[in-house]
């Protein structure tokens, strides 16, 4: 029985391989071919019996160094994704996107799987790509700039200059938090005039932000009574939040008297305002240390980044506390000796990634009258992250994209070339087909849409009192014949008060957690919903006993993009969005959604909603 059973799972590998859309080229430790499935020889023209057991001769040789690096990163651990090129037999060049993994037998690293995938971007797509790439490159050298000024003057103008060529905008300005004023510090492109103007912070716009506990805010109300009106048609001010050390410092202000800012200049004024704070938090306690040496030690040890000073050979002599939080290394360890990363030229920034996994951003500067270099560094892991989320995004929808659309591709030509020769129920099937995939397009430009409206905060909810037992029902109406391997149980007292909020988000959100609960269950299990009263609320939990949620990830699953890495990105699919709706749905409503650990195993998604009364109205 074994025997029959392995000749089955090696019959059904052969199976996806040879109906793949994508090429799947596997190698072995020596890059000899061991697998050249049918969509390999049509993308790159050699056949199978070509290409086994010998090298593929489609990495160009100048690509060969990538190639080799690629491999060597994946027998290491992880997956790599990469645009490149490869040959045909022709001798054309193929711009793909090259997914990598290992090839493992057990514990142990046999070989490599590379699955090829046509690069298609259109020109809209690519402008934009480019346009963001670009102002992203730019964003880079303005901050390396600020931070090589030490001078507060020039980094205060440095930072309103550079926020209107990042933006767009048509003027800007920095502003201080002190205390309960703020002070008009820096203007671009406005009169010198309004500079040192000063106002209530608790009736600003800095102050409506800081309530909204927010780092962006669009605001086009109520501007003709603010100093910014100086600026003749102003119609629209966006605002950024600069903060120290994770405690708000001040704001830039970006102002708009032609277009109007976009997500990528928001995006862009939300970094550079992190910027801001960590380049003026910087010169200020630069030239403090200069001009008030007494006051040196207190600052050195205070400051939020980590700061070392070295003598004149590279030695170091200081070490602050928030250098040994970030590197892990005492002071002990390092004093007397070179620190643990290389140093950039004075005025350069240089980004580095220590052993730990943390990025460090590191500047330097000179001290003239010492000969001393002190040496300034931050942490951007979380930055990082981010834009390798942003990425893998990108990445990860191309790929939803391409699997439906090459089916519907396909069996439409199917039908256009052979309807006569198809039978009717052949016709049937491959129309089926068509809308099945037609539909799961849908879905996800559905998901794609409402993530980019919870995103600006767009989404529009109508609160009414409604039947939530009723809504429940009819979400796991007909779910016990959907999968042979899971039971579904639900449980709702009699007497459920009604709720407060929308019928239709509650749907929505009701069929995502659902949805997910099958999908990260595949083994099987129970499915179970139950609903209560709690106080003023009432709760509903989803509870499965599939794979489960690592402590660390149950509230990173809720942000956009996100997908917990289970060893296979690949294996569940989507896009990231769906917890993000989620959340943004119930909030939206007054509640909320959070996870937990499901006792025994698997997952428990909690959602609250605010009861509509305060006795059961069934």
Request: net charge negative.
């Amino acid at each position: 029985m074994g025997d029959d059973s392995a000749g089955g799972d090696d019959e059904l590998a052969r199976a996806v391989l040879a109906s793949s859309p994508n090429a799947v080229v596997a190698l072995d430790r020596d890059q000899t071919v061991l697998v050249w499935n049918p969509a390999a020889e049509r993308l790159f023209g050699w056949s199978a019996e070509e290409m086994l057991g010998r090298r593929a001769p489609i990495v160009p040789e100048e690509l060969t160094a990538e190639h080799n690096a690629v491999l060597e990163r994946v027998r290491t651990g992880g997956q790599v994704s990469l645009r490149t090129k490869r040959f045909r037999s022709d001798g054309t060049m193929l711009d793909l996107r090259v997914d990598t993994s290992a090839l493992r037998q057990g514990s142990s690293v046999v070989g490599y799987v590379c699955v090829h995938h046509l690069t298609e971007v259109d020109e809209s797509a690519k402008h934009r790509m480019a346009r963001r790439a670009r102002l992203v490159r730019r964003l880079t050298d303005v901050v390396g700039d600020i931070n090589a000024e030490l001078e507060l003057p020039a980094v205060l103008d440095r930072i309103s200059a550079s926020l209107t060529e990042l933006t767009g905008a048509d003027a800007g300005g920095f502003v201080l938090i002190e205390g309960e004023r703020l002070r008009l510090v820096s203007t671009y492109q406005l009169p010198g005039s309004i500079r040192d103007t000063t106002t209530d912070l608790r009736t600003s716009l800095v102050g409506k932000l800081l309530r909204t506990g927010k780092t962006v805010m669009l605001e086009s109300q109520g501007l003709d009574d603010l100093v910014w009106a100086e600026l003749d048609g102003l119609h629209t001010i966006a605002l950024g939040l600069a903060a120290v050390g994770g405690r708000p410092y001040g704001a830039l202000y970006a102002l708009f008297a032609g277009t109007k800012p976009e997500h990528v200049e928001l995006e862009l004024l939300e970094l550079l305002a992190g910027h801001a704070g960590i380049a003026v938090g910087n010169a200020m306690a630069y030239q403090d240390a200069v001009r008030q040496r007494a006051h040196e030690r207190a600052v050195f040890d205070a400051s939020a980044d980590g700061i070392a000073v070295l003598d004149g050979k590279g030695r170091v002599i200081q070490w602050n506390p928030a250098a040994a939080e970030l590197t892990a290394f005492s002071a002990d360890v390092v004093l007397g000796g070179p620190p643990p990363f290389p140093l950039p030229e004075p005025g350069e920034k240089l980004t580095f990634q220590l052993e730990t996994g943390r990025w460090l951003d590191v500047v330097s500067a000179t001290i003239d009258e010492t000969g001393e270099v002190v040496v300034d560094f931050r942490d951007v892991t979380r930055a990082k992250e981010l834009e390798e989320a942003k990425d893998l995004f990108l990445a990860t929808t191309s790929h939803e994209l391409r699997t439906p659309i090459t089916i519907v591709r396909g069996f439409a030509s199917t039908l256009d070339s052979r309807w006569d020769k198809l039978t009717d129920l052949e016709r049937r099937s491959a129309v089926h087909t068509i809308a099945e995939r037609a539909k799961s397009l849908g879905h996800l430009m559905d998901h794609l849409l409402l993530g980019s409206r919870a995103g600006a905060d767009e989404l529009a909810v109508r609160i009414e009192i409604f039947d939530l037992g009723e809504r429940i029902h009819a979400a796991t109406l007909g779910l016990p014949v959907l999968s042979d391997r899971h039971r579904v149980e639900v449980v709702i007292p009699d007497g459920l008060p009604y709720v407060s909020g929308d019928a239709l988000a509650t749907d929505i959100i009701l069929g995502q957690l659902l949805e997910n609960a099958f999908k990260y269950s595949p083994q099987g299990g129970l499915i179970s919903v139950e609903a209560w009263p709690e106080d003023e609320h009432v709760v509903v939990v989803v509870d499965d006993e599939g794979v489960g949620i690592a402590p660390n990830d149950r509230e990173r699953v809720f942000e956009r993009f996100v997908q917990v890495d289970s060893g296979d990105r690949r294996r569940f699919g989507g896009v990231g969005l769906g917890l993000y709706i989620v959340r943004s749905l119930a909030r939206a409503q007054g509640g909320d959604v959070t996870a937990h650990p499901r006792p025994g195993g698997g997952t428990r998604m909690r959602l609250v909603l605010h009861s509509g009364s305060d006795t059961p109205m069934r």
